[in-house]
């Protein structure tokens, strides 16, 4: 029995220990790994129990020669392809080619003829086309002029009377005049749609779930019907630094909701770039960005709050969270406010010069959706567009009220209540979250906003500049997506539990495409059919006039295609079309019905007007249509015809 036990522990040893060279056989000499061996493969770490030969000795074996030869080490052109093979096809390298080619396929015909049409209509994109050429020919040429911009001549600070798009400086500075800037945005356009996509799919994929559930999540929340209706909101399209700021700072935390905290996988990086992308998000405009502040301050006081409690109460042994983490989240959190107070305060300046930009709980509520747009959709969604027709016609302003996240991302979202891979308690947690979301969604519809939006409307800095309620679905449907990836999630699992059994363990083909139809599914419901309309092609004198220039007929839509016309050389205009008009601009307009007349004459002198431009093709119907070819004879000006327009001289 001893023999016996003595034999096996003496196989054991062999088999699990490596071999020990005796002291004899090295002839007193110890092996050691200098620092030129740390780090290589084993297979490159060649050693010897013999001393080194100077001379290669004699052997009686004829064959020697036919042995393998050594294994040489790649060269450096040999490891750098490996290295850039490796990089290409690392799943986030996949994902960013993939989000790419989905968006320029979901966003067709946007980048059909991107030099002369735009998504959706000529009125507000073509505002944010001229946002985004403003602000990066302003900080190449003269920062400190950055908020008192050529539009809306002479009043101040008129860049801060809507969404900036500032995020999109380094963008504008790239070509100049009104096809340079259509042919940015609708880049930026389908771009937008690409970084929506990736940023679903990192934070779904932070939150722990496969690939197949992050994509189908992802494409949820990119290509909802309710966004099509968006299209002529580049600054409401482009969110997609909200989840991608979220899964950074979750993955510089070492957080998943799957798995918890877990804080071996922090990285001091990844927080960083999560509230750099934050920051980001924010410079784009208030009109997603305030709510995702205050979201994000929640975050970050709940989730300290649960760290502190675990911590104390439920942890065996605690957690650390480190000192540099913690100072990154500081100097971070300290950038992110830094970069909202100095957005904000344009704003504030706006607010006080002009009492009439203020919303109301009346604004509110002509905006506020009821219960039934959360199941319509928006006439640009190619399947649901005609067959919600009648329901459309029910809302009051339906623009903004057909909020119809899709009806499949619906039915992934309740099967992520019964079948998920997320716990019960983080289940329903996210219908919770759905559920209060989608009531501010609603605004003053839910019981009038007395216990919902109209406490943050009333009493929360910066609410009352938001009158479209129904924008908070962005985050019911980002919630949504969540609960619907779970769903999947679990499915591919039960997909891989059925291919165990099988003689091979791959799923067969059927299994395969069994597990790809959600995400065809979310995809199809999310096609559109939004027009491309063509864009007003410039006239010839806003390409060579200094001005100030105001052209004429002025309304808020017509004034923004003279802003984007002014992206020439960006001379001051009266023009201008934003969220609200300002008394000035308003007084122009009434003045100069009767233009050219004596007194409409001396007011614009006066105001500094030096041009005044009168467009043929927008004249029916208005008050020139019979003065437009009168002469002037008298009046002190000069008159000329320069292609469809007319241009007076003052």
């Known amino acids: 029995m001893t023999g016996k036990r003595a034999a096996a522990d003496g196989d054991q040893a062999s088999t699990a220990d490596p071999v020990r060279p005796d002291p004899a056989s090295t002839n007193g000499t110890e092996q050691q790994l200098d620092e030129t061996t740390v780090g290589r493969p084993e297979a490159e770490l060649v050693t010897t129990d013999d001393p080194p030969q100077t001379k290669a000795e004699p052997t009686d074996d004829p064959f020697i020669a036919f042995g393998p030869a050594p294994e040489s080490r790649p060269g450096r052109l040999v490891r750098a392809r490996r290295a850039v093979v490796r990089v290409l096809i ?18 067709w015909p946007t980048l059909r003829y991107p030099l002369y049409t735009i998504p959706q209509d000529t009125w507000d994109p073509t505002l944010q086309a001229w946002q985004m050429a403003w602000s990066g020919h302003i900080l190449l040429t003269d920062p400190t002029q950055l908020w008192q911009s050529n539009t809306f001549y002479p009043q101040s600070w008129s860049f801060a009377f809507s969404d900036t798009l500032l995020g999109y400086a380094p963008a504008g500075m790239i070509g100049d005049g009104p096809v340079a800037a259509v042919l940015r945005y609708n880049i930026i356009f389908v771009l937008a749609h690409a970084l929506a996509a990736l940023g679903a799919y990192a934070l779904i994929r932070q939150l722990g779930t496969g690939r197949t559930a992050a994509a189908v999540g992802a494409a949820g ?65 208030f009109g997603i960005g305030l709510p995702f502040i205050y979201i994000l301050a929640i975050i970050c006081l709940v989730s300290l709050a649960m760290y502190l409690v675990r911590r104390t109460w439920f942890w065996p042994q605690r957690k650390p969270f480190g000192a540099v983490l913690l100072l990154t989240d500081l100097a971070g959190g300290a950038l ?115 216990y919902s939006y109209g406490l943050l409307f009333e009493y929360v800095p910066g609410w009352d500049g938001i009158r479209t309620p129904g924008r908070m679905m962005l985050w019911t449907t980002l919630l949504l997506a969540i609960l619907a990836a779970g769903a999947v999630a679990a499915f591919v699992g039960r997909v891989d539990d059925i291919a165990r059994q099988r003689v091979t363990e791959r799923p067969g083909a059927l299994l395969r495409l069994a597990t790809l139809l959600p995400l065809l599914l979310v995809l199809v419901e999310g096609l559109n059919v939004t027009p491309h309309p063509v864009v007003p092609e410039q006239p010839q004198i806003m390409r060579v006039d200094d001005g100030p220039i105001l052209v004429l007929p002025s309304s808020q839509n017509l004034d923004q295609h003279v802003m984007l016309w002014s992206t020439t050389r960006f001379q001051p205009v009266v023009n201008g079309g934003s969220g609200f008009t300002p008394d000035q601009l308003a007084e122009v307009r009434e003045v100069t019905r009767t233009f050219p007349d004596q007194s409409s004459i001396g007011y614009l002198r006066e105001l500094g007007v030096r041009t005044v431009v009168l467009r043929r093709d927008e004249v029916p119907g208005t008050p020139w249509q019979t003065t437009v070819d009168l002469p002037v004879d008298g009046l002190g000006i000069d008159r000329v015809d320069i292609g469809d327009t007319v241009v007076y001289r003052l």
């Open 221 to 285: 929340y990119a290509y909802a019907p309710w966004l099509l209706s968006q299209a002529g909101h580049l600054h409401i399209v482009s969110n997609g630094g909200i989840p991608l700021a979220l899964a950074m700072l979750a993955r510089g935390h070492g957080w998943s909701l799957r798995y918890g905290y877990r804080p071996q996988r922090r990285s001091v990086s990844w927080a960083l770039a999560g509230w750099l992308t934050a920051a980001w998000q924010i410079s784009l405009g």
């Open 336 to 450: 992110f406010t830094a970069v909202g107070v100095l957005l904000a305060i344009p704003y504030f300046r706006v607010a006080e010069l002009h009492p009439n930009a203020a919303r109301t709980m009346a604004d509110l509520a002509a905006y506020s959706p009821p219960v039934s747009g959360f199941f319509t959709a928006p006439a640009e969604s190619l399947i649901w567009g005609d067959r919600h027709a009648d329901a459309r016609a029910a809302l009051p302003w339906h623009p903004e009220m057909t909020l119809l996240p899709g009806f499949v991302l619906y039915a992934l979202a309740l099967a992520g209540l019964v079948l998920s891979v997320w716990t019960w308690r983080q289940r329903l947690l996210l219908l919770a979250g759905v559920l209060l979301t989608g009531i501010l969604a609603m605004g003053s519809s839910f019981f009038s906003g007395t």
């Open 90 to 107: 690392h799943e986030w390298s996949l994902a960013t080619v993939a989000a790419l080619v989905v968006a320029v396929a979901m966003t």
